[in-house]
């Protein structure tokens, strides 16, 4: 973890080209929604973007980088939980299909 | 009583107890946004036509650069604070507060256009969404200004009696900052763009 001065001060010049990456893909995210893809690419693209900038904002201005073991169980935890949450309904839907 | 492991690590996590504490209530919070997204996937999949270009792309590009430009002055907030800054971390800390604000702003102006239009949560399935998800993130939005009103008022006394204290308090507040920044970098394109 950053405790020193020192390392914070280097840590600085990081956020800021990560703040300038965030922007572009920003950009980017809107200019690939001008292109009129099929919905399950332009749902992948538009989702892959947003899930790397997210990954940005999670290592560098979290600090996810470099943190301790429990933080990581912690998120690990979470996520499984996350995709069950997202995807499980999904089966219910599956389901009235085959119907 | 003084609490303890509010500065030192704790020797089993090697985290303070507010560290920990704020991970553990973001991953509440993952779960509370996670029931939403599901909720949207489910109603998408099921839909035979979901409406597309409904709200103002511009506006939602607008609000999204603000929030990440909001997370780059929280984090520089802290950062400040470390490098025994106090006065750029006043700095940072107010502009993190008014960049805010303008998101706030942003989004009243948007859901004013709705309803003056009738499209209201009980407009169809979309706006039902819409309204709930991005009101709750507002919900969120409006509690961290709070924390961070706080903080330039009756809580920066601390940094005088605890500088170490008031730093994890700031870089907990900023977790919580960054992860509302976070649910809105998925909120745009799911919302605005798909």
Same mark, same amino acid.
Not at chain 1, 73 to 99: A, K, Q, S, W, Y
């Given at each position: 973890?950053?405790?020193?001065?020192?390392?914070?001060?280097?840590?600085?010049?990081?956020?800021?080209?990560?703040?300038?990456?965030?922007?572009?893909?920003?950009?980017?995210?809107?200019?690939?929604?001008?292109?009129?893809?099929?919905?399950?690419?332009?749902?992948?693209?538009?989702?892959?973007?947003?899930?790397?900038?997210?990954?940005?904002?999670?290592?560098?201005?979290?600090?996810?980088?470099?943190?301790?073991?429990?933080?990581?169980?912690?998120?690990?935890?979470?996520?499984?939980?996350?995709?069950?949450?997202?995807?499980?309904?999904?089966?219910?839907?599956?389901?009235?299909?085959?119907? | 009583?003084?609490?303890?492991?509010?500065?030192?690590?704790?020797?089993?996590?090697? &985290?303070?107890?507010?560290?920990? %504490? !704020?991970?553990?209530?973001?991953? +509440? @919070?993952?779960?509370?946004? #996670?029931?939403?997204?599901?909720?949207?996937?489910?109603?998408?999949?099921?839909?035979?036509?979901?409406?597309?270009?409904?709200?103002?792309?511009?506006?939602?590009?607008?609000?999204?650069?603000?929030?990440?430009?909001?997370?780059?002055?929280?984090?520089?907030?802290?950062?400040?604070?470390?490098?025994?800054?106090?006065?750029?971390?006043?700095?940072?800390?107010?502009?993190?507060?008014? &960049?805010?604000?303008?998101?706030? %702003? !942003?989004?009243?102006?948007?859901? +004013? @256009?709705?309803?003056?239009? #009738?499209?209201?949560?009980?407009?169809?399935?979309?706006?039902?969404?819409?309204?709930?998800?991005?009101?709750?993130?507002?919900?969120?939005?409006?509690?961290?200004?709070?924390?961070?009103?706080?903080?330039?008022?009756?809580?920066?006394?601390?940094?005088?009696?605890?500088?170490?204290?008031?730093?994890?308090?700031?870089?907990?507040?900023?977790?919580?900052?960054?992860?509302?920044?976070?649910?809105?970098?998925?909120?745009?394109?799911?919302?605005?763009?798909?």
């Amino acid at each position: 973890m950053h405790s020193d001065s020192a390392a914070v001060r280097k840590s600085v010049r990081t956020y800021i080209t990560v703040f300038v990456m965030l922007m572009i893909f920003t950009v980017l995210t809107v200019a690939v929604s001008r292109f009129h893809f099929a919905v399950p690419i332009a749902i992948a693209v538009a989702l892959i973007i947003a899930a790397t900038k997210g990954s940005m904002v999670g290592t560098v201005f979290m600090h996810l980088s470099h943190e301790k073991q429990a933080i990581y169980g912690t998120i690990l935890l979470t996520f499984l939980f996350f995709f069950l949450l997202l995807f499980l309904p999904l089966l219910t839907h599956l389901d009235r299909v085959h119907v | 009583m003084n609490i303890p492991y509010t500065v030192e690590e704790r020797p089993d996590t090697g &985290l303070t107890n507010g560290k920990f %504490g !704020i991970w553990l209530f973001l991953a +509440s @919070e993952v779960m509370l946004f #996670g029931a939403l997204f599901s909720t949207y996937i489910l109603l998408r999949v099921g839909a035979e036509e979901w409406p597309h270009g409904e709200l103002s792309v511009p506006l939602g590009t607008i609000n999204t650069i603000i929030l990440i430009s909001s997370s780059v002055t929280m984090v520089m907030a802290w950062a400040s604070l470390k490098m025994n800054d106090w006065a750029k971390h006043r700095l940072y800390l107010a502009l993190t507060l008014v &960049l805010s604000g303008i998101f706030l %702003g !942003i989004k009243y102006v948007e859901y +004013s @256009e709705h309803f003056g239009k #009738g499209e209201g949560p009980w407009h169809s399935n979309f706006f039902a969404l819409y309204f709930t998800m991005t009101g709750l993130h507002a919900l969120h939005i409006i509690c961290g200004m709070i924390v961070m009103l706080y903080f330039l008022g009756p809580g920066a006394k601390m940094w005088k009696k605890n500088p170490e204290q008031f730093t994890n308090r700031i870089e907990a507040t900023g977790l919580y900052w960054h992860f509302v920044d976070l649910v809105w970098i998925f909120l745009f394109p799911v919302l605005y763009l798909l």
